[in-house]
């Protein structure tokens, strides 16, 4: 099987690209990414030279790229880039209609006019918006309620694809994940921000009362979802993957000052932002019975791991916090 994965130098990207390669010998991966902000080569450092891997620099919004490279009839398109930080969508809201709607719109039309056996859209939960505590979890058929730019954006491209389906029997899948965490992760999203501030004795900036909740689920157990909906999924099909794993911001805080020794005097509360949703569960029930998928990784030991490949790639880390990113980091969180 030929692979044309997009967003291969992000972290689920990345992790999927190298997971892939390791699990299937038969297969090649052409990894497509434009080497943003949260895009790194450093994330691919394993499969770089590897045979069946091939790493093309470019935008997946460049039609005239996307059609050389679909050209060469791959057997599937797995879409993961995105721009997807909320609150640098707040900022940029344009940027991520741009990257996230019309970069799949491009891809879509790439998969049709090829006749692309398999295309797979890589989503969030953040499309079903809000539930309260008491709601019950996100299921497929849950009505979209984005509450930000990112979340629209990705909602747009989620209803896009499978208007392609419906319309041009464009055989497309959608997946849409609770919060991931693990190695290779970009340090805006919570996990890996709070781990390098506590390495280096900063405070943790919790929005809020830090009651909002997330379903946690490891990127390897993401990954391996992604690879059961590709092989055994049906076409015209959403499927969620959650992690089974609720945690409060302020649990999350908590864990991690507790698993790295830290004081919980570094937790420190700051004004909410805007359009904050409260509480995101997922039902996986269909992804589980249909394809046999349950995820392995418990978030505890997950997080200890975690931990540890941050502690054990502080260049990576000091190279990411100290280039691009370093003038968005100050923004956001330098004075917090």
Same mark, same amino acid.
């Given at each position: 099987?030929? @692979?044309?994965?997009?967003?291969?130098?992000?972290?689920?990207?990345?992790?999927?690209? #190298?997971?892939?390669?390791?699990?299937?010998?038969?297969?090649?991966?052409?990894?497509?990414?434009?080497? #943003?902000? +949260?895009?790194?080569?450093?994330?691919?450092?394993?499969?770089?030279?590897?045979?069946?891997?091939?790493?093309?620099?470019?935008?997946?919004?460049? %039609?005239? @790229?996307?059609?050389?490279?679909?050209?060469?009839?791959?057997?599937?398109?797995?879409?993961?880039? +995105?721009?997807?930080?909320?609150?640098?969508?707040?900022?940029?809201?344009?940027?991520?209609?741009?990257?996230?709607?019309?970069?799949?719109?491009?891809?879509?039309?790439? +998969?049709?006019?090829?006749?692309?056996?398999?295309?797979?859209?890589?989503?969030?939960?953040?499309?079903?918006?809000?539930?309260?505590?008491?709601?019950?979890?996100?299921?497929?058929?849950?009505?979209?309620?984005?509450?930000? /730019?990112?979340?629209?954006?990705?909602?747009? +491209? =989620? @209803?896009?694809?499978?208007?392609?389906?419906?319309?041009?029997?464009?055989?497309?899948?959608?997946?849409?994940?609770?919060?991931?965490?693990?190695?290779?992760?970009?340090?805006?999203?919570?996990? /890996?921000?709070? $781990?390098?501030?506590?390495?280096?004795?900063?405070?943790?900036?919790?929005?809020?009362?830090?009651?909002?909740?997330?379903?946690?689920?490891?990127?390897?157990?993401?990954?391996?979802?992604?690879?059961?909906? @590709?092989?055994?999924?049906?076409?015209?099909?959403?499927?969620?993957?959650?992690?089974? #794993?609720? %945690?409060?911001?302020?649990?999350?805080?908590?864990?991690?000052?507790?698993?790295?020794?830290?004081? /919980?005097?570094? $937790?420190?509360?700051?004004?909410?932002? /805007?359009?904050? =949703?409260?509480?995101?569960?997922?039902?996986?029930?269909?992804?589980?019975?249909?394809?046999?998928?349950?995820?392995?990784?418990?978030?505890?030991?997950?997080?200890?791991?975690?931990?540890?490949?941050?502690?054990?790639?502080?260049?990576?880390? %000091?190279?990411?916090?100290?280039?691009?990113?370093?003038?968005?980091?100050?923004?956001?969180?330098? =004075?917090?």
């Amino acid at each position: 099987m030929e @692979l044309l994965v997009t967003g291969s130098a992000g972290f689920i990207g990345s992790n999927y690209v #190298t997971r892939h390669l390791a699990k299937f010998n038969n297969h090649s991966i052409v990894s497509l990414d434009q080497l #943003t902000y +949260a895009g790194n080569l450093e994330n691919l450092k394993v499969v770089m030279n590897n045979p069946r891997h091939h790493f093309v620099n470019g935008d997946i919004r460049d %039609k005239p @790229l996307v059609d050389n490279l679909v050209s060469k009839n791959p057997d599937v398109i797995i879409n993961f880039a +995105a721009e997807s930080h909320v609150d640098r969508s707040i900022d940029y809201p344009e940027k991520f209609l741009s990257t996230n709607t019309i970069g799949a719109y491009t891809l879509l039309e790439a +998969a049709r006019k090829y006749d692309i056996p398999q295309f797979v859209q890589i989503s969030t939960d953040e499309v079903y918006g809000s539930l309260s505590t008491t709601d019950p979890a996100f299921t497929e058929n849950t009505t979209l309620s984005p509450s930000s /730019p990112y979340s629209a954006s990705k909602a747009a +491209a =989620d @209803l896009l694809a499978i208007s392609y389906y419906k319309t041009y029997n464009t055989p497309v899948k959608v997946t849409r994940c609770s919060n991931n965490y693990g190695p290779n992760q970009f340090p805006e999203k919570i996990i /890996p921000l709070f $781990i390098n501030n506590l390495l280096n004795n900063k405070p943790l900036p919790i929005y809020g009362t830090g009651e909002n909740v997330r379903d946690w689920i490891h990127v390897y157990d993401h990954c391996d979802a992604i690879d059961a909906v @590709l092989l055994n999924g049906r076409s015209g099909q959403i499927y969620n993957i959650g992690g089974g #794993t609720e %945690k409060q911001n302020l649990e999350v805080a908590d864990n991690l000052i507790k698993v790295m020794g830290s004081s /919980p005097s570094l $937790i420190k509360f700051i004004s909410d932002r /805007p359009g904050h =949703d409260l509480r995101y569960a997922m039902d996986c029930s269909k992804i589980y019975n249909e394809l046999k998928w349950t995820p392995k990784i418990k978030f505890e030991s997950g997080l200890i791991d975690t931990i540890e490949w941050y502690k054990n790639n502080v260049t990576w880390l %000091k190279n990411i916090t100290n280039g691009s990113y370093r003038n968005y980091y100050d923004k956001m969180y330098g =004075d917090r």
